[in-house]
């Protein structure tokens, strides 16, 4: 007769659960015209700290997609990954229940941030990283002077840019070519990636911050310039 012993490690918890009625009207979905995406954030009631980046998104005539970002590694709808729901009834609202499972001594609340420095990153108030990063679907293109073709979402550069989103409106080809051949591959990839929700760093860009920052004076990235400006007037 023989005994396997084993010593396992238990991990205590306190955890709680929140139910979160998301509801998104089908006047504003039927709205929506191909490669277009509503942003917004959701925040769990009595837990505000806890802020979620939304996006609903057209990709085809008859449907839509509604994307969760779970950042901080919770149980969303049941899993630790990013949560996503097709929604084909257009002439209904979105209305479901999503569960939140966590234990709120172990989410750690956003800190007040230190003055930027050039070891520090920035990001997107509008981060949309996980969505970005597939490019099967983007609708326009910048071409570089080196003439590279550098990809993205229309829905994403209007949010960015008010006078890019103006033109747009009366284009209907896709994808849409902007030509910024002023500008290297690596420069308007560096601004984009900022646009996308992807970390962009000062150190690892420090060469190329001023004509980042010319690129997005040229085609009016607001937020780029705000966030650019204190490191070049150092």
Same mark, same amino acid.
């Given at each position: 007769?023989?005994?396997?012993?084993?010593?396992?490690?238990?991990?205590?918890?306190?955890?709680?659960?929140?139910?979160?009625?998301?509801?998104?009207?089908?006047? @504003?979905?039927?709205?929506?015209?191909?490669?277009?995406?509503?942003?917004?954030?959701?925040?769990?009631?009595?837990?505000?700290?806890?802020?979620?980046?939304?996006?609903?998104?057209?990709?085809?005539?008859?449907?839509?997609?509604?994307?969760?970002?779970?950042?901080?590694?919770?149980?969303?709808?049941?899993?630790?990954?990013?949560?996503?729901?097709?929604?084909?009834?257009?002439?209904?609202?979105?209305?479901?229940?999503?569960?939140?499972?966590?234990?709120?001594?172990?989410?750690?609340?956003?800190?007040?941030?230190?003055?930027?420095?050039?070891?520090?990153?920035?990001?997107?108030?509008?981060?949309?990283?996980?969505?970005?990063?597939?490019?099967?679907?983007?609708?326009?293109?910048?071409?570089?002077?080196?003439?590279?073709?550098?990809?993205?979402?229309?829905?994403?550069?209007?949010?960015?840019?008010?006078?890019?989103?103006?033109?747009?409106?009366?284009?209907?080809?896709?994808?849409?070519?902007?030509?910024?051949?002023?500008?290297?591959? @690596?420069?308007?990839?560096?601004?984009?990636?900022?646009?996308?929700?992807?970390?962009?760093?000062?150190?690892?860009?420090?060469?190329?911050?001023?004509?980042?920052?010319?690129?997005?004076?040229?085609?009016?990235?607001?937020?780029?310039?705000?966030?650019?400006?204190?490191?070049?007037?150092?």
């Amino acid at each position: 007769m023989f005994q396997i012993s084993s010593e396992f490690e238990f991990k205590e918890v306190d955890h709680v659960k929140i139910e979160y009625q998301l509801r998104f009207p089908a006047s @504003k979905l039927q709205l929506l015209d191909q490669f277009e995406c509503y942003p917004f954030v959701i925040e769990l009631p009595g837990y505000e700290h806890l802020k979620f980046q939304c996006v609903i998104k057209k990709f085809i005539e008859s449907k839509v997609t509604l994307v969760i970002e779970n950042p901080y590694d919770l149980r969303l709808y049941g899993k630790k990954t990013d949560f996503k729901y097709e929604h084909k009834h257009l002439k209904s609202d979105i209305d479901i229940n999503i569960s939140f499972i966590f234990d709120p001594a172990t989410v750690i609340k956003p800190t007040k941030q230190n003055p930027l420095t050039i070891e520090d990153t920035f990001v997107s108030k509008l981060s949309l990283q996980n969505i970005t990063s597939d490019l099967q679907y983007c609708d326009i293109v910048f071409i570089s002077s080196d003439e590279k073709q550098i990809l993205s979402y229309k829905c994403i550069i209007a949010k960015h840019s008010k006078s890019l989103a103006k033109s747009f409106v009366n284009v209907s080809n896709n994808p849409v070519k902007i030509i910024a051949d002023k500008y290297d591959a @690596k420069t308007i990839t560096a601004a984009l990636n900022f646009c996308h929700g992807n970390n962009v760093s000062f150190k690892e860009m420090e060469s190329l911050m001023t004509e980042i920052f010319k690129f997005a004076f040229e085609f009016n990235f607001d937020e780029l310039k705000v966030c650019i400006i204190p490191f070049i007037t150092n």
